[in-house]
């Protein structure tokens, strides 16, 4: 156990903590600190001992709000001396040895003896027999794979993340369902658990979570975890019928394309540009082009980042612009693939890095550098990175491009800043009606949208009406926005949604903010079995900050790429470069001729909330004459 002190001389012991994550508990959450205090860091005594080192908090400029100077000495120090603490822990502190299950009146225990024994040589013992009866044999293997697959974080990475606003959220929902033998909610016992066991030497996997819980038993409120459950259910259930709709929606528009529009098949690529009859626009273009990159520096926002502009060779003729915003965590190179293609036609591509939300700010956020990976100031940042680089592009290019004719496409993070310099504005009205229950939320994507809560509630101009069509994958849209900001777009819109996207939910956050929409020229595009890394490529320059499963990115990432291709190609042609020819790929038809069955693609361009309600009504309909009521017991 860690010896802490209130100081070196005293050597008073602070409130009692169990390992690294309640140490951070005392210090961070609660120390009390005098009028003007700030907490950065630690210092060491003799024999093992820290203390808690202070300093005068210095004021900030105006504006909107930073991390604290003393936040980051104390998060920068914390992470320096996360290794010594770790090594200065004893090998292995009090681990849980039984989970207790509470249904109704009834309590059932497993010892985490038995489940070990199963991880690793594969024997169900007498304990484990009583709840293997209830479970297929595939199930239970997957249990053993479960207990023993090793995520690949550090402890300083974990630590970090437990630490934001984000990971905290997640704790307190966690907490509900898993916590500790006397009632307690979990909340403190699984972050310690989860810090020290991915400082053990087998690393973080559930097994190691479990020796590594500071209590003796682990409770799981059943009560709370079938409610939690329940509404899982549900939600998945709406889903699927939203899905559904979008569907059966897309074929009776396919249905009722005019035979002078349809396009059966691609063909062989066509040698004009103006001629988009007969292309096929997943192929590259004819054009080549060169890639720069600048370095710009928006003095007035102290914000300096670099741009990836690829430049088509053309002649007698400036380019449309099209601009490409990452995603959260993400950096330049995610959407290369797409810069390149849209290059080949003769766009000029601007990709710039949001410094406060690229993969560098989430590897400071795992190093120490930083206490979360995406701040408040981003939802702001963001669009205005975007208007300050068209700015600098009209002076660095004058001549080469046409600043009246630019579009936007983002991912993610990314679709909100697109749609954001396209017309909405934050909603802080509807901000304040959803972050006060993001605690009982399953929107995971509300763990970013609500961080604007935190900016000071005033118009910020983030659209620029040199944007004139948006493209939005994954977006988050509906509570930063919710459905007045929509509907005050009055450009061109694609959404692009995937099924099984768990971060940004499709029906949540796209699906149904489509029906928001008013402007008449709108796309909503789905990807059956794509989830929220279906459309990016992997980043050599991020250096892996956040590996991601394969199981998680989804089918063939290349079908995705594909078609991510051919609709910003057909888009952008239309509703920026002025040529209509291209709309013909824009139809439902079209993209069921090219929809390859591991990844079905779904195109339409009408859907109302009302067409959501029914098909929703209709099932439960069906489900009530399938489950009769039960009658009552006299």
Known sequence: MLNVVKDCKSGGQMKDGTGLSLLMRNFRDGYPLKPGQSLVGLSPCRGGQFQPRFEARRSLPVGIPKQSLGTRKFILSLALAIPAIIAAMPSRV???????????????????????????????????????????????????????????????????????????????????????????????????????????????????????????????????????????????????????????????????????????????????????????????????????????????????????????????????????????????????????????????????????????????????????????????????????????????????????????????????????????????????????????????????????????????NLQDGRVKAAIAINPVTSTIFGKSELADIKVPVMFVASSNDTVTPPLAEQILPFTWLTTPDKYLVLLKEGTHFSTMAESVASGGVIPIPVSVIGPDPKIAFDYMKLLSLAFFKTYVAGEPDYQRYLNAQYAQSISQEVLPLSLLQSLTAEQLNMRTNRRQRTENRVSPTPQATP
């Open 94 to 460: 009090l681990g849980a040895e039984q989970i207790f299950i509470s249904l109704g009146p009834l309590q059932l225990t497993l010892p985490v003896s038995a489940l070990e024994v199963y991880a690793r040589e594969g024997k169900i013992n007498d304990d484990l027999a009583f709840y293997a009866r209830y479970i297929k044999p595939e199930q239970l293997e997957q249990l053993r794979n479960i207990l023993l697959t090793r995520a690949d974080v550090s402890p300083v990475a974990v630590a970090q993340f437990l630490y934001t606003p984000q990971g905290e959220v997640i704790l307190r929902r966690v907490g509900e369902v898993i916590q500790t033998k006397a009632f307690q909610p979990g909340f403190y016992a699984i972050r310690a658990a989860l810090i020290q066991a991915a400082a053990d030497p087998e690393g973080l996997t559930l097994l190691n979570v479990l020796r590594n819980f500071p209590t003796y038993g682990v409770r799981i409120n059943s009560e709370r975890g079938f409610e939690i459950l329940g509404d899982l259910t549900n939600a998945i259930r709406e889903t699927q019928v939203a899905i559904a709709s979008v569907e059966q929606q897309a074929i009776a528009e396919a249905s009722t394309t005019p035979s002078d529009e349809r396009i059966s098949a691609p063909l062989p690529m066509a040698t004009s540009l103006n001629s988009s009859q007969g292309q096929d626009l997943q192929q590259q273009g004819p054009l080549k082009w060169e890639k720069q990159t600048l370095l710009l520096n928006d003095f007035s926002r102290s914000r300096a980042y670099a741009v990836d502009v690829y430049l088509p060779q053309l002649s007698g003729r400036s380019a449309p612009v099209i601009v490409i915003s990452h995603g959260l965590g993400n950096d330049r190179a995610s959407f290369a693939y797409l810069a390149e293609h849209l290059a080949s036609y003769g766009f000029a591509v601007a990709v710039p890095e949001h410094p406060g939300s690229n993969a560098e700010r989430v590897r400071e956020l795992f190093s120490g550098l930083a206490n979360e990976a995406g701040p408040p100031s981003e939802a702001v940042d963001r669009p205005l990175d975007v208007k300050y680089l068209l700015d600098q592009l009209g002076a660095t290019y004058q001549g080469r491009i046409n600043l009246q004719q630019v579009g936007v496409i983002g991912q993610s993070f990314g679709g909100y800043t697109a749609l954001a310099l396209a017309g909405a504005e934050i909603n802080f009205e509807q901000l304040q009606k959803d972050c006060p229950v993001l605690n009982e939320t399953l929107n995971l994507s509300l763990l970013l949208q609500c961080r604007a809560i935190k900016l000071p509630p005033v118009d910020y």
